[in-house]
């Protein structure tokens, strides 16, 4: 099974930015992505890009200031996280995806009981 193991979170101002990585022990998910859940709030699906195609997805939330990339070669996907809003605050998780029918955009709302595999997440701070 696939091992996710995500860094770079940390504790930043409101207009900051952050880059999170992902590093998987095997990259062969047809799907990539990362999803956020802040304490009390539900899970939200964040970004998502397809492994042979390139195809990216965002949520409304995030679109214009997140960017979500990959190496495959290193077996990493990232996030850029720019234009940082206290409301980003949360834990944030990397996920596998295969069974997209060929859509990422369906990474975005599946339940982690759906993925292929799921990390232990990174930690992001907004203050205002």
């Keep these: 099974q696939v091992q996710l193991v995500e860094s770079g979170g940390g504790s930043v101002q409101a207009g900051g930015s952050l880059r999170l990585s992902c ?3 095997e ?17 939200e699906g964040v970004a998502a890009i397809s492994t042979t195609d390139g195809n990216i997805y965002y949520s409304h939330s995030v679109k214009g200031r ?5 190496d ?25 995806y295969s069974r997209s029918g060929g859509y990422c955009y369906r990474a975005l709302d599946r339940e982690t009981q759906d993925f292929d595999a799921w990390g232990q997440g990174t930690l992001v701070n907004v203050s205002s």
């Design 23 to 25: 590093v998987a022990s």
């Design 27 to 43: 990259y062969t998910s047809f799907c990539m992505g990362w999803f956020r859940q802040a304490p009390g709030e539900e899970r």
């Design 66 to 70: 997140f960017t979500i990339s990959q």
């Design 72 to 96: 495959k070669a290193r077996k990493t996907v990232y996030l850029e996280m720019n234009d940082l809003k206290p409301e980003d605050t949360a834990m944030y998780h990397c996920l596998a």
